[in-house]
């Protein structure tokens, strides 16, 4: 049974997290709204609501790895964080993923048991990321 319980999901398809996420979400019983930010890109009141909400500066939302991020010289501790916001703009693949919200928060969802957090029930057990690490033993419980 699918539930309103609201979800949303910022997905990169290509992503073995944000898919982890997407399919945990998903065995939960939920039907999240999924925003494809690499096709839609961001705004910054968008980037600033999103990182407000889950306790996040944009250093610590920066994709660093399989990313431009060293290219365009934005690993230097002193890069500001509106520099970093421009630069996310542009390159929204530099924002680190999936980002999830419901009713019970916000949250960067790496490692992708973190989503667990931000639903009101689990999946049934047991449930496996793609890498074959469980996260929902049989009888239903969070491994942590």
Request: charged share 20%.
């Amino acid at each position: 049974m699918k539930s309103f319980f609201p979800v949303v999901i910022h997905h990169n398809p290509d992503c073995g997290t944000s898919r982890n996420v997407l399919e945990l979400i998903h065995a939960a019983g939920y039907e999240p709204t999924i925003i494809e930010y690499l096709k839609l890109g961001w705004i910054r009141p968008q980037l600033l609501a999103l990182f407000a909400a889950a306790g996040l500066t944009p250093r610590a939302a920066l994709r660093e790895t399989k990313s431009p991020a060293a290219e365009l010289g934005l690993l230097d501790p002193a890069t500001s964080d509106d520099v970093l916001l421009e630069a996310m703009i542009a390159h929204p693949v530099l924002v680190n993923r999936p980002i999830v919200a419901t009713p019970k928060g916000v949250k960067l969802c790496r490692p992708s048991e973190l989503a667990l957090d931000l639903l009101e029930r689990l999946p049934l057990g047991p449930f496996y990321k793609e890498d074959g690490g469980m996260i929902i033993d049989l009888e239903g419980r969070r491994i942590l």
